[in-house]
């Protein structure tokens, strides 16, 4: 996780960081790979490997998916200064090496994020 420091034009210190979603959900279609390594339509050859059933359980109580805003699945840059925090998102590619006026820009674009009100859950 890349983090970095800088002073906005108005002086306030900010802290800046990436975060990238690690467990995301992979099936993002309905295909299983379950095209032998003899078809040619299999690119690469994939065989299916499990011996059981599928275990995962899309839509049960026990097990709830954390859903990520639009945008927000490739990752985001969190703004930090005091008590304020701030979210960008898609991650610019270049933010790593930007000049203090860039990440400044970047900053002032970047907004809070939402807060949940865990009662209404």
Known sequence: MPYRTFVDEI???WEVWDVRP???????SGER?????????AD???LEQRRGADRRQAGSDTHRRVKLA?????????FESGAERRRLSPIPSDWESAPTE???ELCSRA?????????AD
Not at 70 to 77: I, V
Not at 111 to 119: H, T, W
């Open 22 to 28: 690690q467990w995301a959900d992979r099936r993002v």
């Open 111 to 119: 907004v809070a994020p939402r807060v949940r009100n865990s009662q």
């Open 70 to 78: 639009n945008g927000f699945s490739g990752g985001w840059l969190i």
């Open 44 to 46: 690469p050859p994939v």
């Open 102 to 104: 860039k990440l400044s």
């Open 11 to 13: 002086g306030v210190p």
């Open 33 to 41: 790979r379950k095209l032998s390594v003899d078809d040619e339509r």
